[in-house]
């Protein structure tokens, strides 16, 4: 084919690729969609509040942690007053059966002060009764015998038998006279026992009712974090999601237009290295579209490839001589086989004209022909042109040198 023709043909190709761009972007413009590019953006949006939220919610939870330490150390105060409570109760209890003892030793004490009044009023009239008349001594005492005999009878009484019946109802008396003291006194301690009780239980109320607001307060804001979390975490799913869609779309119309089996570009020998970057990856701008279709369809699948592409003439012999060798033979002669990794003599390689890609994932090179990421590039590949060189599993290019 002559020179211009070659040339015509290439210009004409960029031509159709640039207007196939531009037709496919006004298209989704047209339609409402966004572009890849801008979905992205906003998942980064999403993703840094999602990771403003994450640690929010951790801040949450570690406040709900310190607050459940304040808890634990405030449930001190809550036992605390619960013993309270119980020592006021069985205080109480004591001072109540106390008081009952008193009352009911104060009832038996009456009693038997009753009983010994009777028996000594029964024993006075017995003894006045029982006197028989004065003697002739003590008629001798006085005009009025019968008076003395009366007076004679009563000292008989208080200072013989019955002396014992009245210590024991002085006894009565006085223990009498302890009991309601003490009764009185239990009765007022019983008092201030019942007041204890009730101060003591209503501080353990309030305790415990401060524990359960702030407890609450701390769940609340922990859960009202996590559900914003959940929220912004379904809406990156769903921005992946309606990017893998996108960029799908994107690769199958590219790759349908840029089928291999269309003749849609020509690669000239001396062809101009005009380049361009796609997606971090600086190529030729003749396969500009082939490799952002088919980074797009590997995205899709859920690998994002790098790589490096256009490689200059200068950076070709460096590599000769790290790989091959460094006499004049071996950088510029020895067969590419020979090196090691192979590497095609300068001037000779794809890269140079900004035709092929080495490809990477997460960093490192395919070096694996079995590995699934592999498989899924040899099979997409081809729909957008390009093809792998045998001895480099990580080299692709147009022409498959």
Not at 133 to 157: I, N, Y
Not at 167 to 184: P, T, W, Y
Not at 199 to 216: G, M, N, Y
Not at 239 to 266: C, F, H, K, M
Request: hydrophobic share 40%; glycine share 6%; with cysteine.
């Amino acid at each position: 084919m002559h020179r211009s023709t070659r040339q015509f043909l290439s210009i004409r190709t960029v031509l159709a690729a640039v207007v196939g761009v531009a037709l496919l972007l006004s298209t989704a413009a047209i339609a409402g969609a966004e572009t890849p590019d801008q979905l992205r953006e906003k998942r980064k949006q999403i993703q840094a509040e999602e990771a403003a939220a994450a640690a929010s919610a951790d801040i949450a939870a570690a406040d709900a942690a310190d607050v459940q330490a304040a808890l634990d150390a405030m449930q001190q105060d809550v036992d605390a007053q619960a013993a309270s409570v119980e020592a006021a109760r069985r205080g109480l209890e004591q001072a109540q059966q106390a008081n009952s003892k008193a009352q009911a030793k104060i009832a038996r004490l009456r009693a038997q002060s009753r009983a010994a009044s009777i028996r000594m009023q029964d024993q006075a009239v017995e003894a006045y009764v029982n006197f028989q008349g004065p003697s002739s001594g003590l008629a001798m005492l006085g005009e009025d015998p019968w008076k003395q005999a009366r007076e004679t009878a009563l000292v008989e009484f208080a200072t013989d038998s019955n002396l014992d019946a009245l210590d024991e109802l002085r006894g009565i008396q006085a223990e009498l006279e302890v009991q309601n003291k003490a009764a009185e006194d239990a009765q007022a301690e019983a008092q201030r026992k019942a007041d204890e009780l009730e101060f003591h239980l209503a501080s353990l109320a309030d305790a415990r009712d401060r524990q359960a607001t702030i407890l609450d307060k701390a769940n609340e804001r922990l859960d009202e974090k996590l559900a914003e979390l959940a929220a912004l975490r379904d809406v990156d799913a769903q921005l992946a999601n309606d990017i893998r869609n996108e960029e799908q779309r994107i690769a199958d119309a590219i790759a349908a237009r840029n089928s291999p089996t269309s003749g849609s570009y020509v690669i000239p020998d001396d062809l101009k290295v005009d380049l361009t970057t796609v997606r971090g990856i600086r190529v030729n701008v003749i396969i500009a579209d082939q490799l952002e279709g088919l980074l797009a369809a590997m995205a899709a699948e859920g690998y994002t490839l790098g790589g490096g592409g256009y490689r200059s003439p200068q950076r070709q012999i460096s590599l000769r001589r790290q790989h091959c060798g460094t006499s004049e033979y071996a950088i510029w002669r020895m067969p590419a086989s020979r090196c090691r990794p192979p590497t095609a003599p300068p001037g000779k390689s794809a890269h140079e004209k900004g035709l092929a890609i080495d490809f990477t994932y997460n960093g490192r090179a395919l070096r694996s022909r079995r590995s699934d990421i592999y498989k899924t590039l040899a099979r997409l590949a081809p729909k957008f042109g390009f093809k792998n060189l045998p001895s480099e599993p990580w080299h692709w290019s147009v022409n498959g040198t």
